[in-house]
C-alpha cells in the first residue's frame, strides 16, 4: 500500500499501515541485532506479525469498538517477547485514543503515557534496556512538549527521546554491551513511530541502505537456558491469571501472561511445551499454539552473521566445518565455525580468508581430501575422530591464545568425546538409541548430544526425554541434523 492509499483509510488505521511499512523495511535488521533475553533472531518478524493484526483490526468497527477490537487482535497474534510487549503497547495507545474526540497532541502525549504503563505493568520484571525503557522514554519526552503543541510536534518530541533511548540499551544492558548492539525490540519500537511520524508528515522513511552495523561480538552472547519458545491462547470465563502464572513458573522463564478474564496469551522459554499446555488446559481451553526450536533460531541467527562477517575469534583464528547437510551448517554456525557443503565450496573460503588463521575441521570420508587442501594453503586441520566430536571441539575457538593453542585445545576436546551411532534403517530408534546411551553411560558422561536423522519421526524434545528415561541425571542436548545414513550419531562428554 502506497502513502497515498494509508491516507485515505481512517487515521488510526493509517497511520498503524504505515507503521507496518516502515517496520517490514527494517525486520531483518532487527532481527540480526537480537540478543536478549536470548539471540533467537526473530524480534524484527515478531513485532511485524504482531503490528499487522492491530493495522488489520483498526480497519473495521465503530470508534467507541475498535480498542477492543485492536487490543485482541494484537495480543492473539503477539509472538515472542517482543510481540508480547509491543501488543501491550498498542493496548494501552488504543485505550487510551477510544477517549478522545480528535487525534491532536493531547491525545498523542496520553497515548504514550498510557502505552508505557500497559505495557510496564503486563511485565512480570520489567527490565531496563529493552523496548519498556524505549516507550518510557518516549512517554516522557511528549509529556515534556507544550500543551499546546500539535500532533506532529509530540510526535517529533517522543522520536527524539525514542532515538536517544535506543543508544541508551548499549549501556543499560550488559548482554547488549557485550555484543555491541542497541536493543532489538527498542529499535523496532522506535521504526514504528517514525513510520507513524513520517506517514502524518508526509515524508518517506529513510531506511539505511546498510543494515546493522555488526561486529563478531554480535554473536557473543550466553545461550538460551531453555529450548522451546511457546505461546498460546487461552479462553475462557472468568480465567485467574494470577494462578495460572503460578502453575508456569517452575516450568522455565520469560514468562508472560497477558490479557483478561475472558481472553489470555501466555509466552514462556521452556523445555517441556506440552507440559505448560497442560497445566494452561486446568484452567482453560488452549488454542493457538506456536512452539519454536530457540536452538535452531540462534543457529540461524549466527549463521547469517557468519555469512555477513566471516567468524574471526579476538585472536584471529577463523573456523571452517566440512559438513554434510544444512542442517548440521546451522548447528555448526551456532558454535562459531563458517560451514562449508562441499570440497569446492572449502577450497574457495581457504583461499578467500588468511590461510595461515584459517583452522579446518574435519570428519569422516572427506578427511584425507580435505587434509591435502589444507598443507596447500598453510591452514591447520582438526581431524575429528566423529561428528559429535567435531562440533564439541568448536567449543574451544574462541579461548585466550593464538592459533597453535586454538588448534591444541580443540584437539583435545575432539578426542575427549565418546561417540556412538545408530543407522538409518533401524526398526526400533527408541530401543538402539537408549541401547546406544547405556553403552556409554559406562564412560563416566555427563553430557550427551544427539544428532537426529531425517528418518526419524520423533521431534529434539521426545528424543531428550528418551535419553532421560536411561539416565534421569544426564544433560541432553537434541538437534535435527538432516542425516542420511544414520537415525541418530551420539556424542559423550
Sequence with gaps: M??????????????????????????????????????????????LITLSAAAGAAQSGGVGERADHIARATLVAARGNSGMILSQLVRGAAEALAEVDRLDGAAARTAFRRAADAAYTAVREPVEGTMLTVARRMAEAAERTDRKAALTEVLAAALGGGWHAVEETTDLLPVLAQAQVVDSGGLGLAVIVDGIAAHLEGREIAVPKDTAQLSSSANDHPPSRFRYCTTFVLDGEDLDLAALEGRLVPLGDSLLVMG???????????DQPSRAVGEAEAL??????????????????????????????????????????????????????????????????????????????AYGDHAEQVGAIVDEHGSSLIHAPSLPAALACLVALDGPGGRDLRVAEMTELAEDVAAASVPAEVDQPEAALKDAVRTLLADGIGLVTVLIGEGVEAGANEVEDWVRSVAPDLEVEAHRAGLTRHAFQIGAE
Design 2 to 47: 502506497t502513502t497515498k492509499d494509508a491516507r485515505a483509510l481512517d487515521p488510526v488505521a493509517a497511520a498503524l499501515t504505515a507503521a507496518h511499512r516502515a517496520l517490514a523495511a527494517r525486520a531483518a535488521e532487527i532481527n540480526d541485532l537480537n540478543v536478549f533475553p536470548v539471540a533467537d533472531g526473530d524480534t524484527g518478524t515478531n513485532m
Design 260 to 270: 483478561d478474564a475472558r481472553q489470555a496469551k501466555v509466552h514462556i522459554h521452556t
Design 284 to 361: 482453560a481451553r488452549v488454542d493457538g499454539l506456536n512452539v519454536d526450536d530457540m536452538r535452531e533460531q540462534e543457529a540461524e541467527r549466527s549463521a547469517r552473521i557468519a555469512r555477513r562477517l566471516g567468524v574471526v575469534s579476538a585472536e584471529g583464528a577463523t573456523a571452517v566445518m566440512m559438513v554434510e547437510t544444512e542442517q548440521l551448517g546451522r548447528i555448526a554456525a551456532g558454535l562459531g565455525a563458517r560451514p562449508v557443503l562441499d570440497i569446492a565450496e572449502l577450497q574457495k573460503v581457504i583461499a578467500e580468508a588468511a590461510p595461515a588463521s584459517t583452522v579446518v575441521v
